[in-house]
């Protein structure tokens, strides 16, 4: 008999969300089958835990693992059939928008998982930033329902104070996306969300960052970029614990990173387009205008960036670092 189960997140199984009720029937009558969990989840249950196979949710065993009194007993290592991209990243935001706010700011990652999921929306930055004005240019096109969270520059000092305290790199960059999502996290607790879907991943996978169009070494970044999304995750989670909330990442789904990982590198940044094959997609459900269109990253887009470096001007550090040092 299975006591004291707790479950942060969600599972799925052979493609089917679970119910509490049938987590904790596997649990007692087919524990094995731990192994073959998919989701997003931090599973407890009579002295033990497993965590999702990216660590996507918090926890404390490492990602990927079954623990059961202290010692790793199995890991997750959930193999679904392989699907192409297109089918894969369906499948994903499928699973995923059951419930939940999406996390929008203009740019193809989010606009494409706002599409599928058709889920209310929200977009944060100051007054008059590009993400503002974006988000809505797309939310109209795509008949998307968009709430903005308007973000008051008076509070950016004292949300950093916050962010800084969970996150495990307190560096300027660092530092900036969180106090973005937590903006984005903040609205969600207000407003009754625990889930909030958004992009991040899609960057590393499918090889989003301008840097990719100069290097010499694509496939090697790519991959040393991947492997840092835990401690991306890891800062993501901790701001959004912050209000109750955790960010659910489609792009992050097995069956996406499978069938990202089998795309060549040389397919994903060509002709100078970044992230190609996720804009091949993204063009079957929306305007190539909104496929294609390049966007700058949430910290920039958002204001933020802007706007502790105008913090640190005032208060008399010639580098963001030193400031962050001060409230931090």
């Avoid at 509490?20 to 997003?40: A, H, N």
């Avoid at 998982?113 to 939310?139: H, M």
Wanted: hydrophobic fraction near 40%.
């Amino acid at each position: 008999m299975v006591s004291g189960m707790r479950l942060k997140g969600w599972i799925e199984l052979d493609g089917r969300r679970l119910s509490d009720d049938e987590v904790e029937k596997l649990i007692e009558e087919r524990p094995g089958s731990i192994s073959s969990f998919g989701g997003e989840f931090f599973l407890r249950w009579d002295g033990c835990t497993a965590r999702d196979h990216f660590g996507i949710i918090p926890g404390d065993c490492s990602a990927g693992s079954i623990v059961c009194d202290g010692e790793v007993v199995g890991a997750v290592d959930r193999r679904p059939p392989e699907l192409g991209l297109a089918q894969a990243i369906e499948t994903a935001v499928r699973l995923r928008s059951d419930e939940g706010v999406v996390a929008l700011s203009g740019g193809v990652d989010s606009a494409l998982v706002a599409t599928l999921a058709k889920r209310e929306c929200v977009v944060v930055g100051i007054e008059g930033t590009t993400d503002l004005k974006r988000a809505r240019e797309v939310a109209d096109v795509l008949d998307l329902q968009l709430e903005t969270a308007t973000i008051d520059p008076g509070r950016i000092e004292g949300a950093l104070a916050e962010v800084l305290a969970v996150i495990p790199r307190p560096n300027p960059v660092d530092a900036s996306i969180a106090a973005t999502l937590y903006f984005v996290a903040e609205w969600a607790g207000e407003h009754g969300y625990e889930r909030v879907l958004a992009g991040q991943g899609a960057d590393e996978l499918f090889g989003g960052y301008a840097r990719y169009l100069e290097t010499d070494t694509l496939g090697q970044d790519l991959v040393r970029d991947f492997l840092g999304l835990a401690i991306q995750a890891a800062r993501d989670q901790a701001v959004a614990g912050l209000f109750g909330a955790y960010f659910s990442l489609p792009y992050l789904d097995v069956r996406v990173v499978r069938a990202a990982m089998a795309i060549p590198p040389e397919e994903k940044v060509k002709d100078g387009i970044r992230k190609r094959p996720l804009r091949v997609v993204a063009a079957r459900h929306m305007p190539n205008d909104v496929a294609y269109r390049e966007k700058k990253a949430m910290q920039y887009g958002s204001g933020v960036m802007r706007e502790m470096k105008r913090l640190a001007r005032k208060k008399g550090y010639g580098k963001v670092s030193d400031f962050l040092k001060e409230i931090g």
